[in-house]
């Protein structure tokens, strides 16, 4: 059972998506301007804890290069009593894309490949997919040929056409039973189970979150000859400090994990051993570019500096300005309007390996953010953003299942954002990442 609840776990992400916020008849507030209160930050997340709203949750920001925020609040493990606190050690199951993506870009940057290059041509198993086509007559599944081939940029920003578990075709019975993702399997394998599989829609016409990411870690092996967990030590880890952030938690570590709990019938209770991924405590094979890292809110923060410092904090640069602009930019074209969950996220569009903002909120309900931010989140509730705007970088971490829950993010980022006139005539300019 558990072996096959890992199996799919990056699919499981999936389904489990927030829906896009309804419209509303209330205006949306003009968010341009964050003037930071910690107080006020505090009341808001101390009070998510005291309302039975989250177990624990703790958050880091950042703006103007310091640090103009902290807080921990409740629990880590309710069961144990162990206080949320700086160190704490979170699964950060999704905000692994982002790392996957600035490795993979500071092989780009060494001219190892071209966004435009087809994939087949680094990975020749994507040479000649095949793409669902529907139904016949009789109800048998038809596949057509690709009408051209999957590019690097697919994979980048999830329009590969790959299919995951939420897929409602006959292709996605063929993706369970190649069973791509397995702990046993190596990146190399992965990739050749998941080519095998059909597209589900012909590359670059769709916007289909899943296995991208992983071929990207794939990829990057491939580029530079080395085991794609080393590449990530090598070139993001060491170089940040980011002293806490792994695949696997040492023994002498896991004391500071937190416990995972489920949001049910209003009320947390936590998840069985049998429902996660053992990738934290027991070594994986499989080293997945979309998911499985452990961190903390001091060594995210050290990346997320890094990414609205343009590539650069404290003297430690990792990819070039332009780089980072790039990644930050919207790469969906008007045309790709089959879009899943991802107007969900507001009023975004997608780069590389993050969410970009193109518009203000349009409704009350969406979540504060400036036009120009960059984002991403996780599983289990955890959330970062970039905002070049205002020069802040934010992290939020706490633990619990699944993604949307109890509104946490939204409460989060309307404590960081002011909302009245004033601030937003006295902020400062838009400044390109």
Not at 133 to 157: C, F, K, N, W
């Amino acid at each position: 059972m558990r072996a096959c609840l890992v199996a799919g776990l990056s699919m499981l992400l999936v389904a489990c998506q927030p829906s896009p916020a309804p419209a509303s008849s209330e205006a949306a507030p003009a968010v341009e301007v964050a003037r930071v209160d910690p107080a006020h930050i505090d009341d808001v997340l101390r009070g998510r804890v005291a309302e039975g709203k989250a177990v624990g949750v703790s958050a880091l920001v950042y703006q103007d290069g310091r640090e103009v925020y902290f807080g921990a609040h409740g629990d880590a493990d309710r069961e144990a009593g162990r206080a949320m606190a700086r160190d704490t050690i979170v699964q950060i199951y999704s905000m692994t894309k982002p790392i996957t993506g600035v490795v993979l870009m500071t092989l780009y940057e060494e001219g190892l490949f071209q966004l435009d290059d087809p994939l087949s041509k680094h990975l020749p198993e994507y040479a000649d997919m095949r793409v669902f086509a529907g139904v016949d007559a009789d109800g048998q599944p038809r596949y057509e040929a690709s009408e051209r081939p999957i590019t690097v940029y697919d994979i980048l920003r999830h329009t590969a056409g790959f299919a995951n578990e939420g897929d409602d075709t006959p292709v996605r019975a063929l993706l369970i039973e190649a069973r791509p993702i397995d702990p046993k399997h190596s990146l190399a394998e992965f990739s050749e189970r998941l080519a095998r599989v059909p597209l589900v829609a012909q590359p670059g016409t769709r916007w289909i979150y899943g296995v991208s990411v992983d071929v990207q870690a794939r990829l990057a092996e491939m580029l530079s000859g080395k085991p794609f967990a080393q590449l990530m030590q090598e070139r993001v880890f060491d170089p940040l400090s980011m002293h806490d952030t792994s695949y696997l938690v040492p023994d002498d570590k896991r004391g500071r994990m937190a416990a995972i709990y489920k949001w049910e019938d209003d009320a947390f209770t936590r998840a069985g051993a049998d429902e996660l991924p053992t990738l934290n405590t027991v070594p994986w094979t499989f080293t997945p570019g979309g998911f499985g890292l452990v961190s903390t809110l001091d060594d995210y923060m050290r990346f997320a500096r890094m990414l609205v410092g343009g590539g650069e904090v404290d003297g430690v640069r990792i990819l070039k300005p332009e780089t980072i602009a790039l990644m930050a930019t919207d790469a969906l074209s008007p045309e790709i309007t089959d879009r899943s969950w991802l107007p969900g996220k507001g009023q975004v569009g997608f780069g590389i390996d993050f969410a970009v903002r193109h518009s203000p909120p349009a409704h009350a309900e969406e979540a504060s953010g400036a036009v120009g931010e960059f984002f991403w989140d996780g599983y289990a509730n955890t959330l970062f953003w970039i905002d070049p705007r205002n020069d802040i970088a934010a992290v939020l971490f706490t633990q619990y299942v699944p993604p949307g829950g109890t509104g946490l993010h939204k409460a989060f980022r309307d404590a960081v954002y002011v909302h009245d006139a004033e601030a937003s005539a006295a902020g400062k300019p838009p400044r390109a990442p």
